[in-house]
């Protein structure tokens, strides 16, 4: 009989020990804290997660009420609302934040083993990036002003779609502009970038061409530019343009970098959309799948503040609020790592709700996901003693 600790336990030890407490070494995040370690905050961060605990009065209560099952979590006792506060306020997030570039290695690593199931046919590196308003109560957090009467935080990410992780991100005031984070990015020759009309940048975009860095993005409606090309389009299908141009107000005119524009027409919505690119190779019709893809972000986002409650936060500091954000980024990766894992067609709801009765199950968790629906093995000793009594009979 195979012996096992609970479901939560198992994705606990997700986290390697060593590599963790040389994070807590590194920022000194245990410095003038007694009693309360940063395993057991983290433990108690990401039990909030699948656990839908969304105050400090239900992650401590939940936790208490399995006092006999924390052993196997490497904590000695749940802890107190007060305990946790001061931790969230004063450990510094930047652990966590070590913590997410830890485990998204582990993830990149099984999504490289798992070999090529990319959507598209070309080998270039595709990811998306954007930004995402946090609303924030002005009158409890007044530090994150945004405007004269609200508050609010941004959330800048960049997302591989090879795996859809989310490969980096940065937390800045709700004021910061996103094409101020994208300028101090960097990336390696040969990707394409895929954001929308919020980053477009004229002097950025020939940036991007001299580092061969591809990008697709939507065209402004009042861009002011020359045809230098006009491309035949596809016979069949929704593509109406295809033209290479050139923009008059090009950071340096003394040299010339073509663009490309692809009109496309959306049946759906009754009117035309417009991509600009610098990748003048690809078909009209790959351009315009790719900027599709970039829905992926926008879903990322939405399954964050969905089925983590990003928006209940558990402390009003920039440091607590940072924390919270972090700590559901981890709990994104842990779910996309299990999906990964998994055999069975798990969707992300689905997976948090199901995960939610299961936290403190004692089951193998990588049985439980390959089949949810099947009941665990019995026990090899309960069919000896029902032979032994048959046998006295």
Not at 168 to 185: C, E, H, N, W, Y
Not at 250 to 278: C, D, G, I, M
Request: charged residues 20%; aromatic residues 12%; proline residues 4%.
């Amino acid at each position: 009989m195979n012996r096992v600790c609970s479901i939560f336990s198992q994705i606990l030890n997700l986290f390697p020990r060593l590599e963790f407490q040389q994070a807590v070494q590194d920022h000194k995040a245990e410095r003038h804290m007694r009693g309360f370690t940063s395993w057991g905050q983290s433990a108690a961060m990401l039990f909030c997660r699948p656990g839908r605990a969304h105050t400090l009065r239900e992650i401590c209560g939940g936790l208490a009420s399995c006092e006999g099952k924390l052993k196997h979590l490497g904590i000695p006792r749940a802890p107190k609302r007060s305990t946790l506060a001061y931790a969230n306020e004063h450990r510094p997030w930047q652990l966590f934040q070590t913590v997410f570039q830890q485990l998204l290695g582990k993830c990149q690593a099984v999504v490289a083993g798992r070999g090529s199931r990319k959507k598209f046919r070309f080998k270039n590196k595709l990811v998306s990036l954007d930004s995402s308003v946090v609303d924030l109560s002005l009158s409890l957090f007044d530090w994150a002003q945004f405007c004269r009467t609200k508050g609010a935080i941004k959330l800048h990410l960049l997302l591989d779609h090879d795996g859809y992780l989310p490969s980096f991100a940065v937390i800045t005031p709700g004021k910061t502009s996103d094409i101020r984070v994208a300028r101090q990015l960097h990336f390696d020759p040969g990707t394409i970038l895929v954001m929308d009309r919020g980053y477009v940048d004229y002097e950025w975009f020939v940036q991007l061409t001299r580092q061969k860095v591809y990008f697709v993005t939507r065209l402004k409606d009042r861009a002011s530019f020359e045809v230098v090309e006009e491309r035949p389009a596809p016979t069949r299908g929704n593509i109406l343009k295809d033209q290479v141009i050139f923009f008059h107000s090009q950071a340096q005119p003394e040299q010339e970098y073509f663009f490309r524009t692809v009109e496309l027409w959306n049946e759906e919505k009754q009117e035309s959309v417009v991509f600009l690119t610098n990748h003048l190779e690809f078909g009209p019709t790959t351009i315009a799948a790719i900027y599709k893809d970039r829905w992926q972000v926008e879903l990322f986002f939405k399954a964050v503040k969905q089925n983590l409650k990003i928006k209940t936060f558990l402390g009003t500091s920039p440091n607590a609020v940072k924390t919270q954000i972090w700590t559901a980024l981890i709990a994104m990766l842990i779910l996309r790592y299990l999906q990964l894992l998994s055999s069975f067609g798990w969707s992300l709801s689905n997976l948090v709700a199901l995960l939610r009765h299961q936290l403190f199950v004692y089951r193998d968790l990588f049985a439980w996901l390959n089949a949810p629906f099947e009941g665990p093995p019995q026990a090899v000793v309960a069919e000896q003693m029902q032979l032994a009594l048959e046998l006295c009979r």
